[in-house]
């Protein structure tokens, strides 16, 4: 079951779904919105690399570490979404604090 339930959880971030995101947030389950996986990405990392400007507000509004980076120290949200070309996913991130520094 539990693993069923981190399925679940991780699966809304990897398909970057408003509506069931959306659903996660207002659960109040005590679930830790900038949980980190075992290559240290973050639901942000999954969204932004979808390039879903309403996921990463959300995720963002909820107050998740915009400058999060991936185990390898490499990788944020920017880069997800920079290798998509999405300068309106950027400015997202830049608006909630992102740190290019």
Same mark, same amino acid.
């Given at each position: 079951?539990?693993?069923?339930?981190?399925?679940?959880?991780?699966?809304?971030?990897?398909?970057?779904?408003?509506?069931?995101?959306?659903?996660?947030?207002?659960?109040?389950?005590?679930?830790?919105?900038?949980?980190?996986?075992?290559?240290?990405?973050? $639901? &942000?990392?999954?969204?932004?690399?979808?390039?879903?400007?309403?996921?990463? #507000?959300? +995720?963002?509004?909820? !107050?998740? @570490?915009?400058?999060?980076?991936?185990?390898?120290?490499?990788?944020? $949200? &920017?880069?997800?979404?920079?290798?998509?070309?999405?300068?309106?996913?950027? #400015?997202? +991130?830049?608006?909630? !604090?992102? @740190?290019?520094?």
């Amino acid at each position: 079951m539990i693993a069923e339930y981190k399925a679940l959880w991780w699966n809304v971030f990897k398909k970057a779904e408003e509506t069931a995101l959306q659903e996660v947030i207002k659960s109040s389950d005590g679930r830790d919105i900038d949980v980190v996986d075992q290559d240290g990405q973050t $639901a &942000l990392l999954f969204v932004s690399r979808l390039c879903s400007e309403q996921c990463i #507000k959300l +995720l963002a509004e909820e !107050g998740v @570490n915009v400058n999060h980076r991936d185990n390898n120290g490499k990788l944020m $949200a &920017l880069h997800m979404a920079d290798d998509y070309v999405r300068p309106e996913v950027a #400015k997202v +991130l830049l608006d909630f !604090g992102l @740190n290019l520094l």
